[in-house]
């Protein structure tokens, strides 16, 4: 009870200042001296359960807590062995295990298809309409098919001593491509009608394919000759409608914009080179930021397709607009954060609870993986730091190839506004950029390496996973931490569904789903307050 109390007086001083701060008119004031009051915004008790507070809102603070409060609820852990992944419908999600393909109902968990392959389960990808299913088994290596109102139907795609190195569904959920084994050739295989198209020469195995916005046409990178070109294809007809060369040494991968009308290519990490094509082979636009070192690492479209995104070993990210394609803002993540930076550093902490209990009698399976007796339950919580602060930084090693160095992750929030970013020489922070007021808004520092970062596909909110048993959320009005409640259970990767209400966590050898409630309204900030 008296923790309670405490909690509550916090809240409401936190209200006080948060007033005060408002009639300077002064917005950072008010942000730092909230997070300072109450550090990490929403404490989570061993049940899960989130408090939903927004400091920002105006009006009075709130009254009941509990009244307030939402929980994320977690299923039972279940046994996998390989990808998992929703179905894009939401309804189902795959889970490999062994050679058995597993199907279970996203409501009820229940298993409602399970179909046994030939070989052990490599990778797993749901068609668009959710109807199909294909299995990559690399190590046979053949592709099966699976259809969930069919049971009885089933495919199987063998290429014989060319091999198969990746398989992926069309657009129109009824071809599948596949790439042979040392990119002799990728295969378009209907199957409406058994027949196939072949594609001489490959570039790459699962990357340097790309389809537009509404799935009529695919950009597929080949090499011959010793040069790099772009084949178009129609995805109704696969005859290929033009090919144009690109002035790349050893092309990476390429994307199409998210309003079809251009096409970005970008050349390997020995040489910094970007390319914007329009989808007849014109070169609009030649970028190139530095030369004599590594280049680019990462590239990404925002979804509204107006800002490219480029990450580069040289730990900076720049960011292209898509009229004059000119950089117009570029962050660089700085091992040392200084004044008179605004943005608030959320630091991952532990915060031991003195739990006796002594005097219960508990079965041993009953206690969490990361009890111990002597110390009680360790929960974490976000830390706000003063400047100025020095970030985990680790020098890459010179004599070992592919360097942990530069921006290796890079995420675009669902309304363009914000992007997350790692550089891989300090791998525990994530920076969140703010693209409105182009400067850092906040910055992450974990004390495990981060191991995948998501955004929810309807809203502002970031979740992000360090192989720890913890969650970390984050939101523009503060970060948060949510404690597993499954034993042992450690959290290596992590994918919304498409309406961002539930998550899928996994484990080394097993995954759950978490229910994640939605955000109040009152929780979206928006810059221009």
């Not at 309804?91 to 298809?113: G, K």
């Not at 009229?323 to 915060?351: G, M, N, Q, Y």
Request: aromatic share 12%; with cysteine.
């Amino acid at each position: 009870m008296i923790s309670c109390l405490s909690r509550c007086g916090r809240l409401t001083w936190m209200w006080q200042v948060s007033q005060a701060a408002n009639e300077e008119n002064n917005e950072q004031v008010i942000r730092r001296a909230i997070y300072r009051i109450y550090p990490c915004l929403s404490e989570l008790s061993l049940s899960t359960k989130i408090i939903g507070i927004d400091p920002f809102s105006s009006g009075n603070p709130p009254q009941n807590l509990s009244a307030s409060s939402q929980t994320m609820e977690f299923t039972e852990p279940y046994k996998q062995t390989g990808p998992c992944c929703f179905s894009p419908n939401s309804r189902y999600v795959a889970v490999a295990n062994d050679y058995r393909l597993v199907i279970r109902d996203t409501f009820s968990f229940q298993v409602v298809q399970l179909f046994s392959c030939l070989d052990k389960i490599s990778y797993i990808e749901w068609a668009l309409d959710s109807e199909y299913i294909l299995c990559g088994l690399y190590k046979k290596p053949m592709i099966q098919a699976w259809s969930l109102s069919q049971p009885e139907w089933t495919c199987k795609i063998d290429e014989g001593p060319a091999g198969v190195s990746y398989a992926r569904w069309s657009p129109d959920s009824r071809h599948i491509l596949t790439t042979s084994e040392f990119q002799l050739r990728l295969t378009v295989w209907s199957l409406l009608n058994t027949a196939c198209v072949h594609v001489q020469w490959p570039k790459h195995g699962s990357k340097g394919v790309s389809f537009n916005r509404d799935g009529k046409f695919a950009a597929i990178c080949t090499r011959r000759d010793c040069k790099d070109y772009v084949n178009l294809l129609s995805c109704q007809s696969w005859e290929i409608m033009g090919s144009f060369a690109v002035d790349t040494l050893d092309l990476a991968d390429l994307e199409w914009s998210p309003d079809d009308s251009s096409i970005v290519v970008w050349d390997s990490p020995l040489e910094y080179k970007v390319l914007i094509y329009s989808p007849d082979g014109r070169c609009l636009f030649k970028y190139q930021a530095y030369e004599c070192g590594l280049g680019v690492k990462t590239v990404s479209w925002s979804p509204c397709g107006q800002f490219l995104a480029i990450g580069s070993y040289d730990q900076m990210l720049r960011v292209l607009n898509h009229l004059t394609w000119k950089t117009f803002a570029e962050f660089l993540h700085l091992s040392t954060v200084r004044a008179p930076c605004c943005a608030a550093i959320f630091k991952e902490v532990d915060e031991p609870l003195q739990l006796d209990m002594s005097e219960l009698s508990l079965d041993d399976n009953f206690m969490p993986s990361n009890y111990d007796a002597s110390e009680g339950y360790i929960s974490v919580r976000y830390e706000v730091m003063d400047l100025p602060v020095s970030l985990p930084f680790q020098k890459p090693l010179v004599d070992k190839p592919n360097p942990k160095q530069g921006v290796g992750l890079l995420a675009w929030s669902k309304d363009s506004q914000y992007i997350c970013t790692r550089n891989d020489s300090m791998p525990t922070a994530l920076w969140i950029w703010d693209m409105q007021r182009l400067e850092v808004a906040a910055i992450l520092v974990q004390k495990e390496p981060i191991r995948a970062a998501v955004w929810d596909p309807t809203c502002t909110r970031l979740l992000l996973c360090t192989g720890s048993s913890h969650l970390y959320m984050w939101t523009p009005s503060g970060a948060f931490c949510v404690c597993n409640p499954l034993p042992g259970f450690s959290i290596t990767d992590l994918k919304w569904n498409i309406d961002g209400s539930c998550l899928l966590l996994k484990d080394k050898d097993a995954f759950c789903c978490a229910t994640v409630p939605p955000l109040p309204e009152s929780s979206d900030y928006s810059s221009d307050d």
